[in-house]
């Protein structure tokens, strides 16, 4: 089985591979989501889009670290925006939304921080609204990326700046400066206590995570937001 059977002709905007590797989700240009059982080929979930309109989806769907939750940017026909959760693994759970923007789950898939110019974080399963982050920048968030324990995560925005927030409080622990060139990548150490920055101009910022300063730097010749993995 492969992915053609719910977007025929369509391209893929995203591929996402549980940790486990169990399932995998592809989000194709039209907006149509399908999460396959890699073992069976099954499909145990799928999303038609909307077409043309409907591209920002495809790009934006996210299994949890577990593999059971999967999440994406649903627009509706009157083109609203919401992020919406279901169920993978066959519990007839309906896929429910939860606000709009870019959805990333935590470490554990209990938790999925959701947002654009507002981010919240809510229970994956829940539903419960947990913590709302605090100060969010007037411009578009790039990008995100959760520390291993779920108990910070950093973000990325438009305007060259890295916040790093506590997930529980919401409060802001500490940002970097704006810079010309936009965030692209965010990454943790295994340890937590660093966040690998990446900007699109192919910059890359190793930064501590205990008093906020930049340990590193990394110039590219190619002006490109550099792929980055610990």
Known sequence: SDFRDVAPYQ????????PDGKHIVG???DGSIVCLDVATGKTLFSHRGLGS???????????????EWLAWCHKSF???DS?????VAGRGL???????????????GSRIAIGQNSVVIWGGATRDREAKLQGIPDVEMTTGAWQPSGQLAALGFENGQTRIYDTMS?????ETQERASG??????????????????????HIISIADGKQLLEIKQKEKSGAKLLW
């Open 183 to 204: 965030v692209a990548q965010l990454a943790w150490s295994h340890d937590g206590a660093r966040v690998a920055v990446s900007y699109v101009d192919g910059t890359v």
């Open 11 to 18: 391209r893929y905007g995203c591929i996402d591979l549980s």
């Open 170 to 174: 919401g409060e802001v622990q500490f």
């Open 83 to 87: 992020v919406r959760v279901a169920n």
């Open 94 to 108: 309906p896929a429910f939304g939860l606000g709009s923007g870019h959805p990333t789950w935590s470490p554990d």
């Open 27 to 29: 989000g194709h240009d």
């Open 78 to 80: 009157g083109g609203h």
């Open 53 to 67: 309109q409907d591209r920002y989806s495809g790009g934006n769907a996210r299994l949890s670290r577990t593999g």
